[in-house]
C-alpha cells in the first residue's frame, strides 16, 4: 500500500501557473498515476493520468494543452504544471495511484475513477478572476 501527500496548492489569479506536487511514501514505479479534481456537489473528475514509465500521458478535455503531467519514479514523486489558470480550474487536486486492472505495461493509463487504489487528501487550487 503505498500513502502520498500533495502539495503545491494555493490561491492565484486567472492567467497564472501552479505546480503541484505529490509525494508518495513507497516506490510507485509499479503504479499507474493520475490527478483527479473535485468541486462540492460534482463528481470527481479525471485531470491527467501517466504510464508506469512516464511515456504515455492523457489529458482531460478542460485542461489538455494548459496543464503537463510528470513523473520522477526515483524520487517517488509525482507533478502537475498548471498553467494559463482560469476560475473554473478551482477545485481540490487529489493524487492517485492505480495498481492494474488486468495486464499492465509501461505504456498503460486508466481513465476511470474506479480504476484506482490510493489517494491523497487533496491540495485546493483557487483561482480568481
Known amino acids: 500500500q503505498v500513502q502520498m501527500e500533495e502539495s503545491g496548492g494555493g490561491l492565484v489569479q486567472a492567467g497564472e501557473s501552479l505546480t503541484l506536487s505529490c509525494a508518495a511514501t513507497r516506490s510507485i514505479t509499479v503504479y499507474v498515476m493520475a490527478w483527479f479534481r473535485q468541486t462540492p456537489g460534482k463528481e470527481r473528475e479525471l485531470v491527467a493520468t501517466?504510464?508506469?514509465?512516464?511515456?504515455?500521458?492523457y489529458y482531460g478535455d478542460s485542461v489538455k494543452g494548459r496543464f503537463t503531467i510528470s513523473r520522477d519514479n526515483a524520487k517517488k514523486m509525482l507533478y502537475l504544471q498548471l498553467e494559463k489558470l482560469k476560475p473554473e480550474d478551482t477545485a481540490v487536486y487529489y493524487c492517485t495511484a492505480s495498481q492494474g486492472r488486468g495486464v499492465v505495461d509501461g505504456s498503460t493509463i486508466f481513465e476511470k475513477l474506479d480504476d484506482y487504489d490510493y489517494w491523497g487528501q487533496g491540495t485546493q487550487v483557487t483561482v480568481s478572476s
Open positions: 501517466i504510464s508506469r514509465t512516464g511515456d504515455n500521458t
